[in-house]
Nanobody, 113 residues
Framework: QFVESGGGLVQPGDSLSLSCTAS????????AAWWRRAPGKERELVAQ???????KYEDSVKGRFTISRDNTKSSVYLQMNNLRPEDTALYYC?????????WGQGTQVTVSS
């Protein structure tokens, strides 16, 4: 199970920091990831980080978002800077190849002026 937190309502250009804690999975061996689902759109993979620290980002967030992990806390983080209205979505964490029965409630990020 994954539990996300840290979302909120912000203005364009603002920053948010998301956190996620995993339980019931071997967190240290998985490629952890942040996903998002915007209204009316499919869920998309935003960022991922391997157990060794290799990172990939979806093109639209490169240079603005930073993913990190703390294996001692079974946690993954997403620092989001220079937020845009199109970043508005429900953000989830999971593995990059997700555990379908482990999705959490997500955390809502709304970027609006």
């Amino acid at each position: 199970q994954f539990v996300e937190s840290g979302g909120g309502l912000v203005q364009p250009g603002d920053s948010l920091s998301l956190s996620c804690t995993a339980s019931g999975v071997y967190f240290t061996v998985i490629t952890a990831a942040w996903w998002r689902r915007a209204p009316g759109k499919e869920r998309e993979l935003v960022a991922q980080i391997t157990r060794g620290g290799d990172i990939k980002y979806e093109d639209s967030v490169k240079g603005r978002f930073t993913i990190s992990r703390d294996n001692t806390k079974s946690s993954v983080y997403l620092q989001m800077n220079n937020l845009r209205p199109e970043d508005t979505a429900l953000y989830y964490c999971n593995a990059a190849v997700p555990f379908e029965d482990a999705w959490g409630q997500g955390t809502q990020v709304t970027v609006s002026s």
